[in-house]
């Protein structure tokens, strides 16, 4: 069953309003759907619905409810991936699977051995990586479409770590501390945890002190050495499955 997000404005008791031109214009025009047929909506808050499509207009179409449920494939953990911005198109491959793992959030990270730089046309490659985001929650049937937020450099992260119950930060030179015996250690489910990645190069000396001294929980992901590309996927995949996995 299709599903698609609208602003919680748009859902009244009974009725649902799809006003997304996109949206419209894939109902209509690609997925050819017609009135009576049905779908899933989410508010992108707290719950997704059963609907009946009524009417199919060029500028909106109208759904009946027929039922509501809070949302049944959200992680109760949120999780933030801090993620060192990669080369060649790779961030849209950390995206996709990251969204499909359970991710809150997604921040574009610049360290100082990150390649890319910021040319002034960042904001371009944001909008596309949202919508990388916006349509890996559709496929995987989530109920609230993660954010890429805008770059941050590492100083900011820093400023921003404060905010989590739980900091990892997965270290390629760590050989002493597996991200399982930092989970398995804790007293209590953490509720926000941040991921830190770096990009291909890793993370200088200096920063590596600065996230230790800092509190943060260094931890290996295993004796491999993971491209970046690999390394966030893997870590979201073993907290999910340490604190949501029953």
Not at 41 to 47: R, T
Request: aromatic letters at 6%.
């Amino acid at each position: 069953m299709h599903r698609f997000f609208v602003d919680k404005l748009d859902i009244g008791d009974e009725k649902i309003s799809i006003k997304d031109r996109d949206d419209i214009k894939h109902i209509t025009k690609v997925l050819r759907l017609m009135p009576g047929s049905i779908v899933e909506i989410s508010d992108s808050a707290k719950f997704e619905y059963k609907a009946e499509i009524l009417t199919l207009l060029p500028d909106e179409i109208d759904l009946l409810i027929l039922d509501k449920q809070g949302f049944a494939r959200e992680p109760n953990l949120k999780v933030d991936l801090f993620q060192g911005v990669p080369k060649q198109g790779r961030m849209e491959v950390i995206i996709q699977k990251s969204v499909e793992l359970g991710i809150n959030s997604i921040v574009p990270l610049f360290t100082k051995r990150t390649v890319v730089t910021d040319n002034g046309d960042f904001d371009k490659k944001i909008i596309r990586w949202q919508k990388i985001s916006d349509e890996a929650v559709k496929q995987c049937k989530r109920g609230l479409i993660p954010k890429v937020t805008g770059p941050v450099t590492f100083g900011k992260m820093m400023k921003l770590l404060s905010e989590y119950d739980l900091v990892l930060f997965l270290y390629e030179n760590e050989d002493q501390q597996t991200i399982k015996q930092v989970l398995r250690a804790l007293t209590k489910t953490p509720e926000t945890v941040a991921i830190i990645i770096g990009p291909e190069g890793g993370f200088s000396d200096e920063e590596a002190c600065q996230l230790k001294a800092s509190g943060a929980s260094v931890a290996t992901l295993g004796k491999t050495i993971l491209r970046t590309e690999t390394a966030g996927a893997a870590a979201i995949a073993v907290i999910m499955y340490e604190f949501e996995l029953d």
